[in-house]
């Protein structure tokens, strides 16, 4: 439907030289092919809609850059929303498509970093999700006004919500900390000295080693039991350090994006199956 993106080591500047062979669409010539879907579902049509646009797919991703998230996902994602706003759009409201598209855009992305970043995986409210994408900008503008300073009360108040839920969204952007950074410079204190020593012995230590020995095997035991497919999204998705993208599978096996997205869920559902009895309490 969409121009795939291609697997390479320079695969984003291929991407982006790929797209700006579609020509952009004048409001006429878009309205009329936005006709032409809405009344006789003319994939040509759609396809031509799509690929009109991509690039603008591409600057609203570029905007999300520094949520540590590979570009390429976050274009693909958009590219999903671009997609779902193509087959929605209603060109009789009067108003030009990337107008509409541009909503689905933010939000498929939106989604696809709020999954993704594990800091906000676990415990995320939608109002922590907008507070989320609102936080770093408000942030720095209070910066620029205030000599590089944060302030906890300005913010709270620019982003209407309590200063409580400001300072905890800071503490989860905020990343990794040193165990050796001073708690108060010139006093020698690192915060290392303030964590208690809450290290097992060597008797739990081997019971734990043991058990994710046990485990690391019984999940082998489950992905040798996958087809052909499941377990190649398993192993190079799932499990892999560097994942490859949806799209780059699709791409291996020559199949959509979504078909990919069914095997993967089709192969989680089988591992836990297999696993259930495993890590159930009743079989301890």
Not at 15 to 32: G, M, S, T
Not at 76 to 103: C, H, T
Request: glycine content about 4%.
């Amino acid at each position: 439907m969409y121009a795939a993106l291609p697997v390479s080591s320079d695969s984003l500047s291929l991407y982006l030289a790929e797209i700006r062979k579609f020509p952009v669409l004048d409001e006429r010539e878009e309205h009329r092919l936005a006709m032409r879907l809405h009344d006789h579902q003319d994939l040509d049509a759609a396809q031509t809609l799509i690929t009109s646009n991509l690039r603008f797919v591409v600057k609203v991703a570029h905007e999300y850059r520094h949520y540590g998230m590979k570009m390429l996902d976050l274009i693909q994602e958009g590219n999903v929303g671009l997609m779902m706003a193509v087959r929605k759009f209603d060109p009789r409201r009067g108003f030009r498509l990337i107008s509409y598209a541009v909503w689905w855009i933010r939000a498929y992305i939106q989604n696809y970093i709020v999954s993704a970043w594990s800091l906000l995986k676990i415990g995320t409210t939608q109002a922590q999700r907008k507070l989320f994408f609102k936080f770093k900008q408000a942030q720095n503008a209070i910066r620029s006004m205030s000599d590089g300073e944060d302030d906890l009360a300005a913010l709270a108040l620019n982003l209407e919500v309590s200063e409580s839920e400001v300072a905890e969204m800071e503490q989860r952007l905020q990343g990794e900390v040193s165990l050796d950074a001073e708690l108060r410079q010139g006093d020698g204190l690192t915060v290392l000295d303030g964590l208690a020593d809450e290290r097992p012995n060597q008797e739990t230590l081997l019971g734990e080693r043991q058990e994710r020995e046990l485990l690391r095997r019984q999940v082998a035991d489950a992905v040798s039991g996958l087809g052909e497919k499941e377990r190649f999204v398993v192993e190079r998705r799932i499990a892999a350090d560097d994942p490859m993208t949806l799209q780059e599978i699709a791409d291996h096996f020559a199949v959509s994006r979504e078909r990919v997205r069914q095997i993967e869920g089709n192969a989680l559902r089988k591992v836990r199956a297999a696993l259930l009895p495993v890590l159930s309490p009743q079989s301890a």
